[in-house]
């Protein structure tokens, strides 16, 4: 072998290096592409039910209303005295049409639910100090925060509590 075959030789194997670290370079960067669509994937379909579930949630009222009223008498409490006073108001007010348009959008519940409770207030607390269950209603509010509401429903929450404590 001469030098011009070293050279090309040597020029070759540098050529096959820079080639190599090219198109490991392109791969990997493939493979972060594909692991970020992978996780955008999962946040927009699965994380907490994602784009899929949206129209399989029942108005909030109706899954507390399911939930406490039909168990024990604390509950029991708690439906006859929070939820249904609150569910027939809601009840009256909107047609199930416009109910299950409104079960989808969260934000627009807790509007909804948020006027429904500042109007029926004084009825609530009234029967809640009839039953001698002052606390049921923190425990309401409270049950309200599970929801997730983007901290929109905290403030809410917050500030509903703050006008109760100002009376």
């Keep these: 072998m001469n030098i011009t075959d070293l050279l090309v030789v040597g020029a070759a194997i540098i050529l096959g290096f820079i080639i190599l670290k090219f198109v490991v370079k392109i791969f990997f960067k493939f493979i972060i592409f594909l692991l970020i669509a992978a996780f955008a994937v999962f946040v927009l379909f699965f994380w907490k039910g994602g784009l899929l579930d949206v129209g399989n949630k029942d108005f909030m009222l109706k899954e507390l209303h399911n939930k406490y009223c039909q168990t024990s008498s604390d509950d029991r409490i708690k439906c006859e005295c ?86």
Excluded: G, H
């Design 82 to 167: 929070i939820l249904d006073p609150l569910m027939s108001d809601i009840y009256t007010k909107y047609s199930p049409e416009e109910i299950n348009k409104i079960s989808k959008d969260k934000i627009e519940s807790l509007r909804i639910i948020s006027k429904s409770v500042a109007k029926n207030k004084s009825q609530i607390m009234k029967c809640l100090k009839e039953n001698n269950a002052d606390s049921l209603w923190y425990s309401f509010l409270s049950e309200l925060k599970n929801f997730d509401f983007e901290n929109k429903l905290d403030k809410t929450i917050d500030f509903i509590k703050e006008k109760q404590a100002d009376k």
